[in-house]
């Protein structure tokens, strides 16, 4: 009897339960260790064939752009390119072009400022016979009251 009475205060609900979460503890921390460390070495032996295919992959993008150049184009933009640098007289062209667009946007603002001013004068003509209007409205109405009253 005295052997159970000396197990019985060492081994208490309390220290029990420590005991199990330690263990708990220690489980997950051993699980944990060998998760990380098989993680680490999959991503090693995966991140040396990634790189590989990665650059596979970099160079078949850069040759397949390398082939899609419009190189024809290329060519026509530089010999236009030099056409322009060769030849003086394109500036002569341009300037009378220049001139021409002027006078046509100077000719189009006169005639904008003339409709401008015909609107202008339309818009007046309007507000006045409308305020005409609303006067005699008004007048009749005041007169039909006067009337009644």
């Known amino acids: ?3 159970q009475q ?10 029990a339960t420590i005991m199990m979460c330690l263990l708990n503890l220690i489980t997950a921390l051993l699980l944990l ?9 999959r991503s090693k032996l995966s991140a040396s064939r990634l790189n590989s295919a990665a650059l596979r992959y970099v160079r078949e993008s850069e040759e397949i752009r390398f082939a899609m150049r419009p190189m024809e184009l290329i060519k026509r933009v530089k ?4 056409e322009t640098n060769a030849k003086p007289e394109t500036v002569k062209e341009n300037d009378s072009r220049q001139t ?8 189009l603002k006169d005639l904008h400022s003339v409709n401008d001013a015909t609107s202008f004068k339309a818009l ?3 507000r006045k016979r409308k305020m005409e ?7 009749e109405k005041n007169g039909t009251l006067a009337t009644q009253a």
């Open 6 to 15: 000396s197990w019985r205060p060492r081994l208490s609900f309390r220290s």
């Open 33 to 41: 260790q060998g998760f990380l460390s098989s993680a680490t070495s």
């Open 124 to 126: 007046e003509e309007w």
């Open 133 to 139: 209007r609303a006067r005699l409205r008004q007048l």
């Open 79 to 82: 010999e236009i390119q030099q």
């Open 1 to 3: 009897m005295e052997g």
């Open 100 to 107: 021409v667009a002027v006078g046509l946007s100077k000719r």
